[in-house]
């Protein structure tokens, strides 16, 4: 979930590869080229606290926001004040540092993949993300449906999710991939249909000369 969660992220703050309204490559900035100055400056602004807010979000739900090595001991009832703010501070900086690690990763994605189609964002979105996180969702209430009819403990519950997470994860990648080769080769049918029509009839005359020369 949270990598289908910070995909969906990527899109909602119109991050490369999902940057189709900026469309940089054909007209230099997309529509920020109508504006300089300030209002160039809100956009980025925009676009760039719209990074922060997601990653917030993943970093609360995902990865257990301001928890870490030692906040608890230090937050715990009955500590001195002088620790108890020393364990809230230390907690806002490792959420911090987890915002800003998921900042990494949003430019690290940008400086790496190119970006999709209009029709590959689609097919990604009904396809691949709705189905999946559907899937998800009842495949998670199944297992705990099933072992909280044995009596298991949470904790073997988590490792069994954690296990079928990871399976499913791999499965995710793999169909991603089966995806974006069906459709490359797709949407290249069109450009090389005739490139081989050319090839093969430059090469009749080739084999014409061929035939007549093995006749004589």
Same mark, same amino acid.
């Given at each position: 979930?949270?990598?289908?969660?910070?995909?969906?992220?990527?899109?909602?703050?119109?991050?490369?590869?999902?940057?189709?309204?900026?469309?940089?490559?054909?007209?230099?900035?997309?529509?920020?080229?109508?504006?300089?100055?300030?209002?160039?400056?809100?956009?980025?602004?925009?676009?760039?606290?719209?990074?922060? %807010?997601?990653?917030?979000?993943?970093?609360? /739900?995902? =990865?257990?926001?301001?928890?870490? +090595?030692?906040?608890? *001991? !230090?937050?715990?009832?009955?500590?001195?004040?002088?620790?108890?703010?020393?364990?809230?501070?230390?907690?806002?900086?490792?959420?911090?540092?987890?915002?800003?690690?998921?900042?990494?990763?949003?430019?690290?994605?940008?400086?790496?993949?190119?970006?999709?189609?209009?029709?590959?964002?689609?097919?990604?979105?009904?396809?691949?993300?709705?189905?999946?996180?559907?899937?998800? %969702?009842?495949?998670?209430?199944?297992?705990? /449906?099933? =072992?909280?009819?044995?009596?298991? +403990?949470?904790?073997? *519950? !988590?490792?069994?999710?954690?296990?079928?997470?990871?399976?499913?994860?791999?499965?995710?990648?793999?169909?991603?991939?089966?995806?974006?080769?069906?459709?490359?080769?797709?949407?290249?049918?069109?450009?090389?249909?005739?490139?081989?029509?050319?090839?093969?009839?430059?090469?009749?005359?080739?084999?014409?000369?061929?035939?007549?020369?093995?006749?004589?």
């Amino acid at each position: 979930m949270l990598l289908i969660y910070y995909i969906c992220g990527l899109a909602e703050a119109n991050r490369a590869p999902f940057d189709l309204p900026e469309a940089e490559s054909e007209l230099v900035a997309g529509y920020l080229t109508e504006y300089s100055g300030f209002r160039w400056v809100v956009f980025y602004l925009g676009e760039y606290g719209n990074m922060t %807010i997601v990653s917030a979000i993943a970093t609360t /739900l995902f =990865l257990g926001g301001w928890a870490g +090595p030692g906040v608890a *001991f !230090l937050t715990a009832p009955g500590m001195a004040f002088g620790w108890q703010l020393l364990g809230n501070l230390l907690g806002i900086g490792y959420f911090v540092i987890k915002v800003y690690l998921l900042c990494f990763v949003f430019i690290w994605v940008r400086s790496t993949l190119p970006r999709l189609r209009a029709d590959q964002l689609m097919q990604f979105a009904w396809l691949i993300l709705i189905p999946v996180t559907l899937g998800n %969702i009842l495949l998670t209430a199944l297992v705990y /449906l099933i =072992l909280n009819s044995f009596g298991l +403990p949470n904790l073997v *519950f !988590l490792i069994i999710l954690g296990v079928v997470n990871f399976i499913m994860f791999g499965g995710f990648i793999w169909v991603i991939s089966r995806a974006t080769l069906a459709t490359n080769s797709h949407a290249q049918a069109p450009a090389i249909r005739p490139q081989r029509r050319a090839a093969d009839a430059a090469q009749l005359p080739v084999r014409a000369g061929v035939a007549n020369s093995s006749k004589k």
